[in-house]
DNA sequence: ATTATACAACTTGTATACTAGAATTCAATT
DNA sequence: AATTGAATTCTAGTATACAAGTTGTATAAT
């Protein structure tokens, strides 16, 4: 497993659950694998209290299956699972960016102009992560201009399922297209124009698509 | 606090969690009391251990406040995190009333019949609360046949925001209508017309949001 | 050889002891 | 009397010991 480095203030449980859920992400804790709260403890350098914390809040989204008195393990990848946390970001995403036409100030406008032009910034960086971590800032900025962060904080957790099958499909989207979509977002916020805000919304996402298909030939040891 | 029976193979997690879930709902716990591992674990004859887990999973919602080495309280109801709550769920039941138009069979549709009939039955049981969990068991019963059973699990953990603003109201929305709306619902799934499922839904869930200003000053003192 | 049983080696679930930090109280000092 | 400060007593965070249950293996009896 792939250990991240310790914030500062985080607690251990924190630290935990941050580590984790990364490594099941990028796939270092592979889709069917067996994990032990003693290993993970060790590995991280806590204690067990900390490690099951992080496992509790993960299996309730399915992302681990906890076997009481018998084992824990990442499960496979479900596709009705991907489907359903497909389902679930789409539909709160585009009524999101409606509300933001609303909603978004000149502030807001600011500073999601401001993420966009980082992300101009990095749009060729494409081994550092930064860029991946500018999306979720944007789409987080989305949330919070239309005071929905706390929705934001469960699509997050259940997105994980998605998450990885992204990371299993390499994700060959165009940087210049995901950043160009990001652009025209603002612009529709900025027009108040609910309706292409929405529409663009989709296409966004609709890039996303992956060929399931496809996956599932490729690492069928990883499907269910 | 109102302790519940402990189910059979329910471990103490588990029976902790459900506990401290109802006791909020309910108000048994009212909105801005302090809460304690110790006094909760002492009530209800458990250790410290599976009453954390049961505050950390609710403190992920915002429903239980966690002040790190500090103390522990139940939030006041802040109706923004209510709205919020309101907003995911309203868009979510709707899409899923859609969907069960095309997805529901005679067997559902059964199961959905029943479930209506029951209500009928308890309709004037006020203080049971045998009402509100057959009205819960009927929407979770819209979702799992739209196959978005994990869907459900998150709106139902951050639906208690509106749930214990819901046993407020309890008093002043009548349940008659109520139980009208859902037999209307089943009706228009059985119909197959996802229009008018979704338009129902939408006046059904319109219902609890009427006397949002009556409840503040019926109850100022739970209010944020 | 096969089946059954006992035991050993895991697992997670729970209880408890300990650590660290914040708030409060009460006494000492100014 | 007001203020400072140390001690007490809360809190939550963590580590660890122990309980309960499952699985697999080895051994013994048939």
Redesign the interface.
């Known amino acids: 497993m792939r250990l991240l480095e310790r914030l500062p203030r985080e ?1 251990g ?1 924190e630290y935990a659950l941050r580590t984790i859920k990364e490594n099941i992400i990028n796939l270092e804790l592979p889709p069917g694998s067996q994990i032990s709260e003693n290993e993970l403890a060790a590995e991280m350098g806590l204690s067990r ?1 900390p490690v099951r ?1 992080a496992l ?2 993960l299996s ?3 992302i681990v299956d906890v076997q ?1 008195q018998k084992k824990s393990s990442i499960p496979l990848i479900d596709y ?2 991907v489907e ?2 497909r ?2 970001r789409d ?2 995403e585009c ?1 999101v960016v409606e509300l933001d036409c609303e909603m978004a100030g000149p502030a807001d406008l600011e500073r999601l102009d401001e993420n966009v032009r980082l992300q101009s910034l990095y749009m060729d960086d494409f081994y550092s992560g930064r860029l991946m971590t500018l999306d979720d800032q944007f789409h987080e900025l989305l949330f919070d201009i239309a ?2 962060s ?2 934001f ?2 699509i997050r957790n ?1 997105s994980i399922h998605f998450d990885r099958v992204r990371t299993l499909a390499l994700s060959s989207v165009k940087n210049t297209k995901i950043v160009q979509d990001h652009a025209d977002i603002v612009d529709a916020i900025r027009r108040k124009d609910p309706k292409a805000a929405r529409a663009l919304m989709e296409t966004h996402l609709d890039r996303y698509d992956i060929d399931a298909a496809a996956l599932r030939t490729a690492y069928p040891q990883y499907f269910r």
């Open positions: 607690s449980g209290t914390e509790i809040e309730k989204v399915k009481p009705d699972m359903e946390s389902f679930m539909l709160l009524a005071k929905k706390q929705i904080a469960l259940i």
